[in-house]
């Protein structure tokens, strides 16, 4: 039987099953799909803001948002309109010839970031390699390090893709096993950890590569003065602080950048997701001249990177993003997001263990008696909201930024009351 709840706006969502709605292609997608993902038993039709909608009309408010790539909500009309425009003139040349929109894209992302150049590319995983790449041939031709002995310091814990130089230096070991051999010039230190870091920087260090704020490990904020630790550690040993704010950046946090909540501007951006507004996937590297200004042609590139539609798509990210509007949102329903969050941590249940975030992004560490988090978010996606569990007992809440504060509230109600049982 199926059960049939009633949301802040009326909207419903099933208790479903891999009989419920879309059986019949959940279990298509069983047998010819490689099993690399286990997404919840829901088959999405359309979306609009912050809501979805199944194949059998019902509709789920979004509380992942893509992993932050829909931070301006399902189907957003400038986006949108953006997209369709561009596709009736050209959506791709390759770079082997400039387009109409490539300049625009690149000074106004360059400008946005406060920095002087840009290198699009096309996912995160591609735009991490080509931010590891930038920084060894930076360390060999700028810095001076010998042939072949750059070395990237990073954490343990990090999530910044899934390709096989970046799963080499992950510590998850879904991410790694089988996998090797895996590519050398990288070592791990504790997130948060300023001491081991420092010790870990030498001579031939080129770049100390972080999130700002960890997201696949479960929205793990360092502390305090640990990015601005970073920062100072970096410049005085003529290293370079990498950045990825591929989920951090771009509002989701409050801010632009998330490293603006310590003040630290890095010597390079890494961004993805949000760039392309969930419509066409969009990454860059942005940096100085400096930096950037090591390539040459035919040195690295991508066919579709910076392509017109991602340009296109981009350049109305930037505009919205100019405004200041969606990171003052970010901002103002994150601290309601928190506070109503630290009740539930604190309401002397022990359902809620421990939770953590900034702006619009939480992790909520579950109670393990209470259930896994891949049992929660079910249970949640049965009361018509969709979350997603990393990590055991942890679930993500990242909705859409432009998500209404009653909405918001009406998936707190179905979270406290799931955790009630």
């Not at 010819?32 to 809501?51: D, K």
């Not at 425009?85 to 929109?101: G, I, N």
């Not at 230190?189 to 920087?201: H, I």
């Not at 990454?283 to 340009?311: K, M, Y």
């Amino acid at each position: 039987m199926t059960t049939i709840t009633s949301g802040a706006d009326g909207a419903t969502g099933p208790e479903s099953g891999p009989a419920g709605p879309g059986a019949d292609q959940i279990a298509a997608t069983e047998a010819h799909s490689a099993h690399n993902y286990h997404p919840l038993p829901v088959v999405v039709a359309s979306a609009e803001g912050a809501w979805m909608t199944d194949v059998a009309g019902r509709r789920y408010l979004d509380m992942l948002a893509g992993y932050s790539a829909l931070n301006f909500g399902h189907a957003n009309p400038r986006l949108i309109a953006a997209a369709k425009a561009q596709l009736d003139r050209v959506t791709l040349t390759s770079r082997a010839f400039h387009h109409d929109r490539f300049a625009d894209f690149c000074t106004r992302l360059a400008e946005l970031c406060g920095m002087e150049m840009v290198l699009p590319m096309n996912t995160g995983a591609e735009a991490v390699e080509t931010a590891v790449k930038t920084a060894r041939k930076w360390g060999y031709r700028v810095k001076g390090v010998p042939d072949g002995r750059a070395k990237i310091v990073v954490a343990d814990g990090n999530f910044h893709g899934r390709t096989t130089t970046i799963i080499s230096f992950s510590t998850d070991p879904e991410a790694r096993a089988d996998f090797g051999p895996y590519t050398p010039g990288f070592e791990v230190v504790p997130y948060g950890d300023l001491a081991a870091l420092e010790a870990a920087v030498d001579d031939e260090t080129v770049a100390v590569l972080l999130e700002p704020i960890q997201g696949e490990a479960g929205v793990l904020v360092p502390p305090p003065g640990y990015l601005a630790g970073v920062r100072r550690i970096t410049a005085e040993r003529g290293v370079l602080f990498v950045a990825d704010e591929i989920q951090s950046g771009l509002g989701r946090t409050g801010r632009t950048f998330a490293c603006e909540h310590e003040g630290v501007v890095p010597d390079m951006y890494v961004l993805g997701k949000a760039l392309g507004g969930g419509v066409v996937p969009v990454s860059a590297v942005v940096s100085s001249r400096e930096v950037l200004g090591v390539f040459r042609p035919g040195e690295h590139g991508s066919t579709f990177g910076g392509n017109p539609l991602a340009c296109a798509v981009g350049l109305e990210v930037i505009a919205m993003l100019s405004t200041g509007e969606y990171q003052q949102r970010a901002a103002e329903l994150g601290d309601h997001l928190h506070r109503e969050l630290a009740v539930l941590a604190g309401d002397g249940s022990g359902a809620v263990a421990e939770v953590r975030g900034r702006g619009l992004w939480a992790g909520v560490d579950i109670n393990p008696a209470l259930g896994t988090g891949r049992e929660i978010s079910e249970r949640l996606m049965a009361r018509g909201v969709l979350a997603k569990d990393t990590h055991g007992s942890t679930i993500r809440l990242a909705p859409p930024l432009t998500i209404s504060k009653e909405d918001l509230d009406w998936a707190l109600e179905q979270l406290r009351t799931v955790l009630a049982g």
